[in-house]
Nanobody
Framework: QVQLVESGGGLVQAGGSLRLSCAASGRSFSSYTMGWFRQRPGKEREFVAHISRAFAETYAANSVKGRFAISGDNAKNTVYLQMNSLKPEDTAVYYC????????????????WGQGTQVTVSS
């Protein structure tokens, strides 16, 4: 069993930055793919980025590539999402998730989810 807790959301002006954290407990997530998803108002949940710990591979959606970066800290069992050059359309609830499938990008492939953290970008 894996428990995930996100933090770091908040209100920021367009062009600003935030760093989200996802602390995992219950089991080492070194064998999982850790992903970030977001759900914008009135939209379906969408993939943002993932990191495959065992392979140290990362991948980000085109909509955030070059602005967002995912990373992990093995010692802290924590995954981060650094978000730069934020836009109002990045406003969403951001979720951390864990999957046993390498490189998963579909939310249905993720088994464990955090409660989400709100990110609001003002124009």
């Amino acid at each position: 069993q894996v428990q995930l807790v996100e933090s770091g959301g908040g209100l920021v002006q367009a062009g600003g930055s935030l760093r989200l954290s996802c602390a995992a407990s219950g089991r080492s997530f070194s064998s999982y793919t850790m992903g970030w998803f977001r759900q914008r108002p009135g939209k379906e949940r969408e993939f943002v980025a993932h990191i495959s710990r065992a392979f140290a591979e990362t991948y980000a959606a085109n909509s955030v590539k070059g602005r967002f970066a995912i990373s992990g800290d093995n010692a802290k069992n924590t995954v981060y999402l650094q978000m730069n050059s934020l836009k109002p359309e990045d406003t969403a609830v951001y979720y951390c998730a864990a999957s046993t499938e390498r490189g998963a990008t579909m939310s249905s492939r993720y088994d464990y989810w955090g409660q989400g953290t709100q990110v609001t970008v003002s124009s």
